[in-house]
């Protein structure tokens, strides 16, 4: 059964930081795209940030960019989003999903599989 299970959210203060996890199983983990979305209340879901699992290559939005790093162990099926100097705005419910591409992507609706989400709230 293909699984994606988020966590590490939580409370933060403005200024801090919070690493996400997503754990992966039930797929060829390496031959995948890796991404984070999130969503908040009112808004369409964004993309984030997402990394090839096997090539390394990654992309971030603009928003996160110089803030946030994406990062994968592939012997542990794991994808990370390390997030620093969060902002009120980073505030939202975090997904982690997968999509069958060797090139990096946060075209949404292309994505295969997707967690459940963690929570992250940034306050001022």
């Known amino acids: 059964e293909v699984q994606l299970v988020e966590s590490g959210g939580g409370l933060v203060q403005a200024g801090g930081s919070l690493r996400l996890s997503c754990a992966a199983s039930?797929?060829?983990?390496?031959?995948?795209?890796i991404g984070w979305f999130r969503q908040v209340p009112g808004k369409e879901r964004e993309g984030v940030s997402c990394?090839?699992?096997?090539?390394?290559?990654?992309y971030l939005a603009d928003s996160v960019k110089g803030r946030f790093t994406i990062s994968s162990d592939n012997a542990k099926k794991m994808v990370y989003l390390q997030m620093n100097g969060l902002k009120p705005e980073d505030t939202a419910v975090y997904y982690c999903?997968?999509?069958?591409?060797?090139?990096?992507?946060?075209?949404?609706?292309?994505?295969?599989?997707w967690g459940q989400g963690t929570r992250v709230t940034v306050s001022s």
């Open positions: 999903a997968a999509v069958y591409s060797p090139l990096p992507h946060l075209v949404e609706d292309e994505y295969e599989y």
């Open positions: 990394i090839s699992t096997r090539e390394g290559w990654l």
């Open positions: 039930g797929f060829t983990f390496d031959d995948y795209t």
